[in-house]
């Protein structure tokens, strides 16, 4: 039977968990995951772990933050002065908002603090610095 390699379209079925059993992604109710080996749609820690599978198999894999979202980059937090906000937006801890930058692309971040003078806003996606385990089963080499 044919195992997955670099340059397969696959599709997977997964299960996402951080270090303290919560899971924070799942495929299970919904189709597969397809993606292409080597193509950098997901994680690479993600991609090698499907490397050498068999359709049919299944695997648990830990996957260390540097092969997920990378670390935690302090230089992707920033304190906003309120001002800068519309009056009308009341940013609470939790929030992801979406920020245009001076380029015109718009990012993502996750409101960290909240004071009556500044908003602590992340940047960084919401699982970086963090290890990863996932129960991934190979459903179809396509």
Known sequence: MAQAKQGDTVKVHYTGKLDDGTVF????????????????????????????????????????????????????????????FPEHLKPKV????????????TIIVTVRDVSEANVKLDANHPLAGKDLTFDIQLIEIV
């Open 25 to 84: 992604d799942s495929s299970i109710k919904r189709d597969p995951l397809q993606f292409t080996i080597s193509e950098g749609r997901v994680i690479p820690g993600f991609e090698q772990a499907v490397v050498g599978m068999k359709p049919g198999e299944s695997k648990t894999t830990k996957i260390p933050a540097d092969k997920a979202y990378g670390p935690h980059r302090e230089e992707m937090v920033l304190e906003v002065d309120r001002n800068e």
């Open 94 to 105: 939790g929030e992801q908002l979406q920020v245009r930058q001076p380029n015109g692309k």
